[in-house]
């Protein structure tokens, strides 16, 4: 449980961008098959994870960072 709640912004930042990829694909998404990541639904629900997973890291860092001057 301790290992949920420590990377608790990463999970979430990483389902988020899992839903906002495939909601991307389903909304927008190419449907020619030229386009490698909004082609098929997979790869750009697995994009979008990979960006939420880096969005949330670089946000726990900046909360981290203001936390320290806070104290």
């Known amino acids: 449980m301790d ?5 608790k912004w990463k999970f979430i930042g990483t389902t988020l961008g899992f839903i906002a990829g495939y909601l991307y694909w ?3 998404g190419c ?7 909004q082609s098929h ?3 750009s629900a697995f ?3 990979f960006l939420g ?3 949330s890291d ?6 981290k960072k203001e936390e320290s001057h806070e104290g």
């Open 3 to 7: 290992f949920v709640l420590r990377h």
């Open 31 to 37: 449907t020619s098959g030229s386009c490698p990541i």
């Open 41 to 43: 639904w997979y790869t």
């Open 53 to 55: 997973y880096l969005f």
């Open 26 to 28: 389903y909304f927008i």
């Open 58 to 63: 670089i946000k726990r860092k900046k909360i």
């Open 47 to 49: 994009y979008g994870a």
